[in-house]
Nanobody, 116 residues
Framework: QVQLVESGGGLVQPGGSLRLSCAAS????????MSWYRQAPGKQRELVAT???????NGADSVKGRFTISRDNAKNTLYLQMNSLKPEDTAVYYC??????????WGQGTQVTVSS
């Protein structure tokens, strides 16, 4: 059974940092492209950052220079280091695992709130 379990969300002041984790199980983690998405209230879910099975990363323009995606294949865990957080980063953050066109899994999400 595939499971993606996010953790590390919470309330942080503007300019602060958080590190999200996504613990994966039930599939061969190292062979999947892994991504973080987010969805703010009233908005569509958007891609934040992706890391391929080979370790290549890419991120949305809105988070470049502030967020870093990484993975530890030995621990089957995906990370998102978020620095210099802004109120507009407030959203539910989701972990995604994708292999090819038809294998696509989601976590349940973790809330990140940036507010003073």
């Amino acid at each position: 059974q595939v499971q993606l379990v996010e953790s590390g969300g919470g309330l942080v002041q503007p300019g602060g940092s958080l590190r999200l984790s996504c613990a994966a199980s039930g599939f061969t983690f190292s062979t999947y492209a892994m991504s973080w998405y987010r969805q703010a209230p009233g908005k569509q879910r958007e891609l934040v950052a992706t890391i391929t099975s080979g370790g290549t990363t890419n991120g949305a323009d809105s988070v470049k220079g502030r967020f870093t995606i990484s993975r530890d294949n030995a621990k089957n865990t995906l990370y998102l280091q978020m620095n210099s957080l802004k109120p507009e980063d407030t959203a539910v953050y989701y972990c995604n695992a994708r292999w090819g066109l038809f294998l696509n899994y989601w976590g349940q999400g973790t809330q990140v709130t940036v507010s003073s």
